[in-house]
């Protein structure tokens, strides 16, 4: 039997085993790491919350940090693997020990291949749905919607007031990703349950603004962001950037933990 037809390789045994491979093995759906987001735009808005709540919507032994809120809605226009696509991501300041993070309790994308690799590797709650975010005269505007509900939408000035990199995170560090792992055997035994964290490599911000925020939030069931309620719109960040994603760690092993 030939090992290469239609210009691929058929994997070996070790093939199988390596890190990085995916399913199906002739047309993989995650790709590995390192992958490359180009010109990418962000719209940052910040909020202050209830701390009850963040807590709640924390996975122990997670501890909150403050009372603000920010999502992150972005236009990827140019990403390795898996072309342009619209993302979400709603992440509040998180502490395991000393170490000190962002936890995502809610993600939402328009890419298939998007929400595979978030959920396989990271971890991460993503879900499909339909992130926006649009230029409308002197007003830019950020969208999340899902089931046909806008869930959220978020508004800022069009680029009146710039900002430097280093402001982009006034509340807390969004840079480090923290995420809950939970994937079963097929016979329903518990085959991973771990905090990950990752950081973005190769970070080049081309350009900052910030301005005053709006964040509206509209419940739904399967997207349940008004968990996280808005007592008080703070500032948002729109910015344009460059970055790599990278392999993580894993920061705690609920199954190598005694109780």
């Known amino acids: 039997m030939s090992v290469r ?3 691929i390789k058929k994997p070996t045994e070790d ?4 890190g990085g491979f ?3 093995w002739d047309a993989p759906m995650v790709p590995p790491f390192p992958f490359t ?3 990418a735009e962000i719209l940052t808005v910040y909020w202050r919350t209830d ?3 963040m807590a709640f919507l924390l996975p122990p032994p997670l501890e909150p940090v403050g009372d603000v809120v920010c999502a992150h809605i972005y236009k990827m226009n140019d990403t390795d693997w898996i072309g342009p696509y619209c993302e ?5 300041g998180a502490r395991l020990g000393d170490r000190v993070g962002a936890y995502s309790p809610y993600l939402v994308l328009s890419s298939d291949i998007g929400v595979a690799h978030g959920r396989e590797t990271h971890g991460q709650p993503k879900k499909l749905g339909e992130p926006s975010l649009d ?7 950020g969208g999340v919607a899902r089931n046909g509900i806008d869930v959220i939408t978020a508004t800022t000035p069009y680029k009146q007031r710039k900002a430097d990199a280093g402001d982009l995170t006034p509340h807390f560090d969004f840079a480090t990703n923290i995420n809950l792992k939970a994937i079963d055997h097929i016979d329903g035994r518990p085959a991973i349950r771990q905090l990950t964290s990752r950081k973005l490599a190769d970070l080049q911000v081309h350009e900052a603004w910030t301005g005053p925020a709006t964040v509206e939030l509209r419940p739904n069931a399967q997207l349940p962001i008004f968990r996280l309620p808005v007592l008080e719109p703070l500032e948002a960040m729109f910015w344009r950037a460059d970055f790599t994603l990278v392999a993580g ?3 705690h092993d609920y199954l190598e933990t005694n109780p």
């Not at 093939?15 to 390596?18: G, S």
């Not at 979400?88 to 509040?92: E, T, Y």
């Open 22 to 24: 995916s399913t199906p």
């Open 15 to 18: 093939d199988i085993r390596q």
């Open 88 to 92: 979400a991501n709603v992440m509040f």
């Open 37 to 39: 987001f180009r010109n």
């Open 135 to 141: 230029f409308r005269g002197d007003l830019i505007v």
């Open 5 to 7: 037809r239609f210009g």
């Open 249 to 251: 760690e894993i920061i």
């Open 51 to 53: 701390p009850d709540a």
